[in-house]
Structure formats: structure tokens, C-alpha cells
């Protein structure tokens, strides 16, 4: 039985190895191709897919976003997450997703097909190393609320933007931020959105 896959990546020379290295296995057909994690989703609604391998730094709708979205859509849909970071926090969050694959960037088209193979037949495949890694790493000390702010303030987004977007008060917006700069233990908040990035929490 063929494998029928959707490969999302956003630069084109690695998708387009992407696609010619898994293609090469009798087993496994690519049947469609995908720069971002919305293309992804649109696709997947209209295309017969067994599963979907997805870059997690990806623009429009990042790939951990975008499994979310599939995994809600299309509960039988395997999905194997692909990374460049071994972000031990980017583990955690795709198998919340739903995830049951996740490997680095410098995986082998052969290694690559394993996984597929594996995942599809209902197996998982961690990265054992990510998998250690995130195990002493720990948990996110950050409530939800906290991440957000974070995640918007990534761009350089003013607290007073932040508050417009949240519809929250300025000053409400300002406690999350100090919250978030104490729990990480930095000085403030471009080193707190470092450290949360590093960690693959945002």
C-alpha cells in the first residue's frame, strides 16, 4: 500500500530535496507540496493524504499551528513534525498538537522514510535526543496569558499595542510582562522573549 504525503516547508531547496529524496521510496507517494502551514491546511481539506510532514518555523501559520488545525479536521491524519532547532519546548508542543513524528532537519531521506513508514502505521518516532533534552529542560513556568504578551511583544510591539490587541488595560498588560521577566529570570522583556523562543515556547 502507498503512503500518500504532503511535505510543508517553506524554503524551497529543502522542500524540493524534501520531496525528491522521499519520492524515491516505492512505498511512500508525495502527492502534493506545500510553503506554508495555511497552503498546508488548504490543501489537506481537498487532497486523500495518509500524512502530512510539516516544518515547524514556517510563515502565514507556523507548523505547529497548522497540525493543530489538521489534527482537529482530520483525526485519522498522521502527522510528522520537522525541525531545524532541537528546541526541547517545540516537543512538547507538537505532541500536544498531535504529532506522532518529530525529527531534525539533518535526518536522512532514508531515516526520513522510516519515520514516515513508522508513524503511518500507527507508531511513534522522537527524536531521542530532543526527547532527553526536553526532559531536563522542565516544564514552562508561564501561564498562557504571560506567553502571549510574549509572542506579540516578539516584533517590538509597544505594551500599549499589546493592550489593543488583548483588549486589556495597558497597565494589566505591563503586570503579565513583569510576571514573565521574573519567572525567566532575566532583566527584561527582549531577553525574556529570547529565552522563551530558545526554549521553544513560543
Not at 529543502?14 to 506554508?36: F, H, M, N, Q, S
Not at 507538537?94 to 526520513?112: C, D, I
Not at 490587541?165 to 513583569?178: A, F
Amino acid at each position: 500500500m502507498t503512503i500518500r504525503v504532503l511535505i510543508a516547508e517553506d524554503q524551497e531547496l529543502i522542500r524540493t530535496a524534501l520531496v525528491t529524496l522521499v519520492g524515491l521510496e516505492p512505498d511512500i507517494d508525495v502527492v502534493a507540496k506545500a510553503e506554508d502551514g495555511a497552503q498546508a491546511v488548504a490543501i489537506a481539506a481537498g487532497t486523500e493524504l495518509d500524512l502530512v510532514v510539516l516544518d515547524i518555523d514556517m510563515p502565514v501559520l507556523d507548523g505547529l499551528s497548522a497540525a493543530e488545525q489538521l489534527a482537529a479536521a482530520h483525526p485519522g491524519l498522521a502527522l510528522v513534525m520537522l525541525t531545524s532547532h532541537g528546541r526541547p519546548g517545540y516537543l512538547k508542543r507538537a505532541v500536544q498538537a498531535g504529532a506522532r513524528g518529530f525529527v531534525t532537519k539533518n535526518v536522512s531521506g532514508t531515516e526520513l522514510a522510516k519515520v514516515i513508514r513508522e508513524v503511518h502505521a500507527g507508531g511513534r518516532y522522537l527524536d531521542p535526543d530532543l526527547v532527553a533534552d526536553a526532559m531536563f529542560a522542565g516544564e514552562c513556568p508561564l501561564a498562557a496569558r504571560e506567553l502571549e504578551i510574549l509572542r506579540l511583544a516578539e516584533d517590538g510591539r509597544p505594551l500599549s499595542g499589546i493592550a489593543k490587541t488583548l483588549s486589556l488595560q495597558e497597565g494589566t498588560v505591563r503586570n503579565y510582562m513583569s510576571a514573565a521577566i521574573t519567572k525567566l529570570g532575566v532583566d527584561n522583556r527582549i531577553s525574556a522573549v529570547r529565552h522563551a523562543r530558545n526554549m521553544g515556547w513560543l
